[in-house]
């Protein structure tokens, strides 16, 4: 089933059980919001989980793209993207925890025909400030689903403070032979589908106050589920990599397997990063953008300095404005990547000159770094892998 498909049933599955379909967002969250990018589907739509009441009424479904730049380290293992799409569903304080996982169930099984023995489900098992999740204890144990019960694991929030709640997290077996542990035991167990009762509010003393409703927020990452249904070991061989899979590896025969997933999931975020409207910069959103291009450039230059993303083939970047919806001009955003490119070839040169004064050839203090960035414009970890070279 390829993802076009996927997402098709996924929409449609809900749709036919009274969901409207919203619009969703840029990766830019609304200004005055304390994140830098969207990280989540719930997150264009705190002020509806917070008791405003949305237009399309009280049950939601969308497709969001996100970005997670806590993720960026784990980049490169098989189920871990920088951007990516993520479908979600929300009761608006219309029906609860237990209808939406029975509908993630048959959504699974009938829908997607995943065999029910491959599931587990993880439930939140109670703590200091709320009890067990019986609810959907119950409703997995009528669906012969097997259970694991943890704390902090089902415990969903988007930040230190702000709507949050206990959630029941869908996990796939992925493995080659037959499941014999649990989720928290084996990561064979793929986390697809997170449904996350949310029916709390934490304040900036950790404590809780219920939300004016009670809310059901779920997340299914599109890129992992697609994987999996298409048999696939990773996100990276899922049909959305594809025109990568095809371009790349050509274009830089010599980078091994890391690498090029490394490269596959940076370039198309910052393509993604860039069609919403981000500049490179030394902070905030520019930052990530600028981080990700330099992540790029220093796998990609570490063996053949003369490979550049101008070499990059246009199909590649038009492809993945296409995927996420995005108006920008694909000529303008490769543009904005050779200018950066050179600006970091530059800053390189540059970095290299200034670290090889005899100042710099010892241990570097904080002094040395302050310096180094104030005046040179050579952030620290920029310097580190200098000096590693
Ligand atoms: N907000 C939850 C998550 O991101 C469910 O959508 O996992």
Not at 38 to 50: I, V
Not at 358 to 386: A, C, I, K, N
Request: some cysteine.
């Amino acid at each position: 089933m390829d993802t076009e498909h996927m997402v098709r049933t996924f929409v449609e599955y809900f749709e036919d059980r009274g969901h409207r379909r919203i619009t969703g967002s840029t990766l830019l969250p609304p200004p005055g919001d304390p994140v830098l990018f969207t990280t989540s589907g719930m997150h264009p739509l705190t002020p509806y989980l917070e008791g405003r009441p949305h237009p399309l009424g009280r049950r939601l479904v969308n497709v969001q793209r996100c970005l997670r730049t806590t993720d960026l380290e784990e980049v490169g293992d098989a189920t871990h993207l920088t951007v990516f799409e993520m479908l979600g569903t929300w009761s608006l304080g219309d029906y609860e925890g237990p209808l939406s996982l029975d509908w993630g169930y048959g959504l699974l099984t009938d829908g997607l025909g995943i065999d029910p023995g491959l599931l587990y489900a993880t439930v939140h098992g109670g703590d200091d400030r709320t009890g067990p999740d019986t609810a959907s204890l119950r409703l997995w144990q009528d669906r012969g689903v097997p259970v694991e019960l943890t704390v902090e694991e089902n415990w969903w929030s988007n930040g230190p403070v702000g709507p949050c709640g206990p959630d029941s997290e869908i996990f796939l077996w992925s493995g080659d032979t037959p499941p014999r542990s649990t989720p928290t035991q084996d990561d064979r167990w793929v986390e697809v589908w997170n449904h996350v009762m949310m029916r709390h509010r934490r304040l900036e003393d950790g404590s809780l106050v219920p939300l004016p409703q009670r809310n059901v927020d779920t997340g299914l990452g599109v890129e992992r589920l697609a994987s999996l249904l298409q048999g696939k070991s990773s996100v990276f061989d899922c049909d959305v990599f594809a025109p990568w899979r095809r371009l790349v590896p050509a274009l830089w025969p010599s980078l091994d397997e890391p690498s090029l997933r490394l490269v596959y999931d940076h370039l198309r975020s910052a393509v993604v990063v860039t069609g919403d409207g981000v500049r490179p910069a030394n902070t905030g959103r520019g930052y990530v953008l600028r981080r990700l291009v330099r992540r790029v450039l220093t796998v990609l230059w570490r063996d053949d300095p003369s490979r550049s993303l101008g070499d990059l083939p246009d199909e590649l970047v038009s492809h993945t404005l296409d995927r996420f919806r995005q108006q920008g001009e694909p000529g303008d955003v490769r543009r904005l990547l050779l200018q950066e490119e050179h600006r970091f070839r530059q800053l390189l040169e540059r970095g290299r000159k200034v670290l090889s004064r005899p100042r710099f050839q010892g241990p570097l203090d904080d002094e040395d770094f302050r310096y180094l960035h104030d005046t040179h414009g050579l952030p620290r970890d920029l310097v580190m892998s200098l000096r590693q070279e």
